[in-house]
């Protein structure tokens, strides 16, 4: 299978106002949408569409037949009755192939591998997911990194081939078929409530590798020239089997809660710092091309 998982060390550290800075371990599916259906056959603890110790739901993913709250270009938004229609006939796979295309990007046809966490025993959050996008010649075309935020609003970012660099400062690791990973670098607005402690007008620096014998991946913060915050997520590959998954089960238990629980206790320990707070409903319109807005940011579609 080209499907597997990552054994991930997860790195945030904040350079400012204070500096704050933690590690902690998890693990992640990479799942080529192409096996999506045949995995459950292949897994006693993995289902798509029904529970299980881990289940895949499509409707967690990338809901781009919903409406897009503060568009940057309306003509990116469906009416709802659209929306619906879509969102119950287009795959996964579809919806990421149709977003490509609107960015001018064709990936019919090609391999795309989603980095995420389904949901366990029923519950989902993911920070933040990725896709990596391959053409039909299997040469990298694109990549998504979809931001969640605790409110459970959802954003993607879209790296295009523009971004595609052949070097990064750390060295490239091969890909299964043996050549080197490509790295997807771009740096744009956030727009995007992610935190409470930095301001939605701030940028995100990604720089995504494809996934190969490792995974590799880095997101900062920018505010101007200054870089306030890196997270890494680094990691071996290893196989995606029934006793792989009921040992990382053990090994990492309650992985989605732990996460959840470990972003709450962080937030606080920055209070307790004096690092500076951003309301959530004190800037709605510059929190924009998000999904399921939370109801803190409605005034903003009234007016």
Partial sequence: MNSCLYECHVMHARFAPRAHRFLYRIFLFAIDLDELEALPRQLTWFSVGRRNLYSFRDADFLPTGEKLHNAAHATRDASPAIANRKSQ???????????????????????????????????????????????????????????????????????????????????????????????????????????PYSDVDVAFDFTLRTPGDRLSIQIDDYVGPERTLTTTLTGPRRALTSARLAWFTLKYPLISLRIIALIHWHALRLWLKRVPWFAKAARPEAQRDLYRPHHSLQPSDAA
């Fill in 89 to 195: 006939i287009a795959n996964l796979k579809s919806r990421v192939v149709a977003h490509a295309a609107r960015h001018g990007v064709d990936v019919a046809g090609g391999r795309i591998v989603l980095v995420t966490l389904p949901r366990v025993l029923g519950y989902l959050f993911n920070p933040v997911s990725f896709y990596f996008c391959h053409d039909r010649s299997g040469a990298p075309a694109c990549a998504i990194a979809e931001v969640t935020n605790t409110f459970k609003e959802m954003k993607p970012y879209f790296l295009g081939p523009e971004s595609l660099t052949a070097s990064s400062p750390i060295a490239p690791h091969p890909t299964p078929g043996g050549s080197a990973a490509a790295a997807f670098r771009l740096r744009v607005p956030k727009n995007f409530y992610v935190s």
